[in-house]
């Protein structure tokens, strides 16, 4: 997937997959059992996550005039107000499960905030799941975790989660969605 793709090319795309898993959805009614067919819509799911993903990411990111514009106004303002006039471009990624690196291993966590360090690195703070503490990462030092499709999610479905208790993952069975 080309990740310079306008968010119109993005959005026809997504139409498109749409249509199309609903053929292979149409197609498993008839042949429910035809392993192609389950690998395909799996597929599709997985495209259509990723490519809802990048939509989300690209609406979230400043245009390069945007970003010009608020480094033009940067240089112009004091320095306490400087930080403030370029926005984070990964506010989208508060609220989402990752891996961070601590202690020599990786650990779940959840992004909780993002902000731009007096460098201009983006940096996020993530609460690791099942402890109670949170660290601040470099956004590029974290993992994240892409949650699987509703359609994925089905009564029965055999996975694996995370006991927010302890933050480790353990075998499981989905009872309802």
Known sequence: ??????????????DTYREQLAQVEEALEQQPD???????????TEVIVLTEDLVKYQAAAPTEAEQEAAAGKASALPQSSSRSAVKSVHTALVGRTC???????????????????????????VDFIGFK???????NDVRMLRPPHPAQCQAGTK??????????WY????TDQ
């Open 1 to 14: 997937m080309d990740v310079s793709q306008s968010a119109e090319e993005l959005l026809t795309k997504l």
């Open 34 to 44: 035809e392993p192609s067919l389950v690998k395909l819509k799996n597929d599709l």
């Open 99 to 125: 891996e961070a690196f601590f202690e020599q291993k990786w650990y779940n966590g959840e992004i909780k905030s993002v902000r731009r360090d007096e460098r201009g690195q983006e940096r996020c703070m």
């Open 133 to 139: 503490n949170q660290r601040e990462f470099k956004v």
């Open 159 to 168: 996975c694996q989660a995370i006991f927010p208790e302890d933050g480790l």
């Open 171 to 174: 075998d499981c069975v989905i």
